[in-house]
């Protein structure tokens, strides 16, 4: 019998470690008090043995909420040995208290400080990451908290929401924002000033120390929900104020087509990127952060987020800088 149960101690110790565990836990917000739900993941890495690790925080999409899984992204963690979080800020944006607002937002910096706790956490390889709602939120949190990242991934997101209510108002995506924010568009100053309050574009000029990546499917608003004028839009304020060159009317008039081509690419909107798979429509740089426009839809790219992002290290007291 102590030789059957040795023999199986042994096996056990000798299995792999699959670091795919979800842990639900509970985060007080510091804005209202309130209890907030929230899954972390420890790569395999830390459960063998704990150590400073770098954390992806990750968020969810417009409709969704805690459930919601990004298994592509949850690998990606497990791979690179990164702590993986994710919160829910509110859940579906279809309340005041979601879809941007600064309890959201709170709640995702509550989640992080837990974390960072919590965990044996690299603190200068912070990262964030989020398709559609969650890219929408991505930007956002860029743009109001540029402190907290290292860098941050936003594919296929919302930056105006007036623009995107002009687009919905007759389907459920309207009724969504319409409840979140008061009403429609114009509806009164206290309402449009909701709007713009939760719209990243009012706050991406000051997303400059955060090498921030946005990308969108050129079919997206065609055949999905988003246009990627929300995305070359977004870019262009940071280029704005990064003071670089912008993407022209003309440019994003051409790509916003469906089927969108440039007239003239230029050579980086030629590029070859193995990390995304797709032909490269557009691709334009602009202080730490780029916009790319590829083949493809409303949709995120999990080996491309974090090939984005694992080039970035925080050196302390200092700006995020590529890895060298």
Known sequence: ???????????????????????????????????????????????????????????????????????PLEAEAERLGWIYLFPHFRGPNQHPDACGSLKAQQDILDALDWACKKYQVEMQRIYLAGVSGGGHMTMLMAG??????????????????????????????????????GGAPGSSQKVDAEYRARSPLTWLDRSLPVPLDIAAGVHDGHSGSVPVAHSLRAFNMIARAAGSQQITAGEMDQIGRENGRLEQPTK???????????????RRHAGRSRVTIFEGGHEGNARATTAWLEQFHKAPASQPSPKQ
Not at 268 to 282: C, E, M, T
């Open 268 to 282: 980086d909107d030629r590029i070859k990127d193995a990390s995304f798979g797709r032909k490269i429509y557009l």
């Open 144 to 181: 109001r908290h540029p402190q907290r990242w290292t860098a941050a991934s936003a594919w296929v997101g919302i930056s105006d929401l007036a623009a995107w209510h002009n687009k919905h108002s007759g389907d459920r995506y309207g009724a969504m924002m319409r409840a979140s924010c």
């Open 1 to 71: 019998m102590f030789r059957t149960a040795l023999v199986a101690a042994i096996l056990l110790i000798s299995l792999p470690l699959t670091g795919a565990e979800r842990l639900k836990v509970s985060v007080t917000s510091t804005l209202d008090g309130t209890s907030q739900p929230c899954y972390v993941i420890l790569p395999t890495r830390y459960l063998r043995r704990p150590q400073p690790l770098p954390l992806l925080v990750s968020l969810h999409s417009w409709s969704a909420g805690l459930e919601q899984r990004n298994k």
